[in-house]
């Protein structure tokens, strides 16, 4: 399931867009969400193009520039718990304490605080090592049907 939901009039002055895809991959259903952030006219080359000026993980802009628009905001919840949730580079336990400590750093960074706790090797996983492999993480149910249901809202 995937769709392009336009927020703001597609093709013209200022608007935005968001991606959403939620896909049956063998370790289960995964989810991405990627956007393309105010379309604008652009001078380059002596000519004006028209372009957006943020692509990819630019949702917290488009969020910050649509502050009424449920629809954006839940998006953007979902996107920050969910997006690529089958390629963690940590356990539950490993990614929550990390969590714990506010914006993540770097990969360094992350090894580092996870030693100084002894999390570095979570052995409520086999003594799984961070980032040594990409872990899937499942969405809870409630959470599918919500990517769903927006996704049927504005399937293409």
Known sequence: MKTTIYIGKKNTKGHSKIKLELKEKEKGLCFS?????????????????WDYEGYGQCLEDIAKDNPKNKDVQV????????????????TPKQDNYLKSLGKYGSFEWACDELSKVGLLYDNSCFGYK??????????????????????????D
Do not use: C
Not at 130 to 155: R, T, V
């Open 75 to 90: 998006i953007v919840d979902l996107w920050r718990k969910h997006h690529l949730n089958d390629m963690n580079g940590g």
């Open 130 to 155: 961070y980032g040594s492999a990409w872990l899937y993480h499942e969405i809870p149910s409630k959470d599918i049907k919500l990517i769903k249901s927006i996704i049927n809202k504005y399937k």
């Open 33 to 49: 969400a990627s956007g393309a952030s105010n379309y604008q006219p652009v001078f380059h080359t002596g000519q004006i193009y």
